[in-house]
């Protein structure tokens, strides 16, 4: 089965808008030929056996990673078994830095501030080598809302992307192990109510909320991305 851990919700003000992070990735993933399971980590839901799991998401969460809490803890514990097992694995926003945390990086608040909106993201040379990213131009515009960040990468990771405010927005661990800071599941629509949301926060960095919103925009390589990773998972046909 897929397993999709579930560390958070979205923001209150997206109630209008379907689904949540878990929801918003399966339908970015597109068509599955295998079960699907959503963990609640946060609300104290257990995490299945590994030998049961084919392929693992984290989404993205309004925890911290540094809060430290039994849960964030005890899920990194399983996450590093997940890999050191081999089995596939897409970490995104927080699940990206949760995932770097597991593997022995250091995650804590972005020296250069808030990311929010629609971001363009710089490819590293090794990303066209890479099973996930071959193929995507050296400049991607796609979708971002985070405080913290990956300060170090884990050792042994490779780093494949960056933006202006974002050192590390994409990492591989192994041949089987992604983490990305952008959320590849975020719709224009979705993206410009984190804007929003830090608007008071971004004016205090003299940042201007209402132009991060008008310069949102779409993205095609995030939803391309995660049908990329179910295919080299073994989730669709």
Same mark, same amino acid.
């Given at each position: 089965?897929?397993?999709?851990?579930?560390?958070?919700?979205?923001?209150?003000?997206?109630?209008?808008?379907?689904?949540?992070?878990?929801?918003?990735?399966?339908?970015?993933?597109?068509?599955?030929?295998?079960?699907?399971?959503?963990?609640?980590?946060?609300?104290?839901?257990?995490?299945?056996?590994?030998?049961?799991?084919?392929?693992?998401?984290?989404?993205?969460?309004?925890?911290?990673?540094?809060?430290?809490?039994?849960?964030?803890?005890?899920?990194?514990?399983?996450?590093?078994?997940?890999?050191?097992?081999?089995?596939?694995?897409?970490?995104?926003?927080?699940?990206?830095?949760?995932?770097?945390?597991?593997?022995?990086?250091?995650?804590?608040?972005?020296?250069?501030?808030?990311?929010?909106?629609?971001?363009?993201?710089?490819?590293?040379?090794?990303?066209?080598?890479?099973?996930?990213?071959?193929?995507?131009?050296?400049?991607?515009?796609?979708?971002?809302?985070? *405080? +913290?960040? #990956?300060?170090?990468?884990?050792? $042994?990771? /490779?780093? @494949?992307? &960056?933006?202006?405010?974002?050192?590390?927005?994409?990492?591989?661990?192994?041949?089987?192990?992604?983490?990305?800071?952008?959320?590849?599941?975020?719709?224009?629509?979705?993206?410009?109510?984190?804007?929003?949301?830090?608007?008071?926060?971004?004016?205090?960095?003299?940042?201007?909320?209402?132009?991060? *919103? +008008?310069? #949102?925009?779409?993205?095609?390589? $995030?939803? /391309?991305? @995660?049908? &990329?990773?179910?295919?080299?998972?073994?989730?669709?046909?």
């Amino acid at each position: 089965m897929l397993l999709v851990i579930k560390p958070g919700q979205k923001l209150p003000s997206l109630a209008h808008v379907q689904g949540d992070f878990d929801a918003w990735i399966l339908q970015g993933m597109g068509s599955l030929a295998v079960e699907t399971r959503v963990v609640r980590v946060h609300e104290g839901e257990p995490l299945p056996d590994h030998s049961l799991v084919r392929a693992v998401v984290i989404s993205g969460s309004g925890a911290m990673v540094t809060d430290g809490s039994d849960w964030i803890e005890s899920t990194a514990t399983w996450l590093r078994s997940a890999a050191e097992r081999g089995l596939p694995v897409l970490g995104i926003c927080f699940g990206h830095q949760l995932l770097a945390h597991a593997l022995g990086g250091v995650v804590g608040d972005n020296p250069n501030g808030i990311e929010v909106g629609t971001v363009t993201v710089d490819w590293m040379p090794g990303a066209r080598d890479d099973e996930l990213f071959q193929g995507v131009p050296d400049q991607t515009p796609l979708q971002a809302s985070h *405080r +913290q960040s #990956v300060l170090s990468l884990p050792p $042994g990771a /490779r780093w @494949l992307a &960056r933006s202006l405010l974002e050192r590390h927005h994409a990492f591989a661990w192994g041949d089987h192990v992604w983490g990305v800071q952008f959320h590849p599941e975020f719709t224009p629509a979705i993206v410009r109510q984190y804007v929003d949301y830090y608007a008071e926060r971004l004016r205090a960095e003299d940042r201007d909320p209402e132009t991060l *919103r +008008q310069e #949102v925009q779409a993205s095609e390589l $995030g939803p /391309r991305l @995660l049908r &990329r990773f179910a295919r080299l998972a073994g989730l669709s046909d």
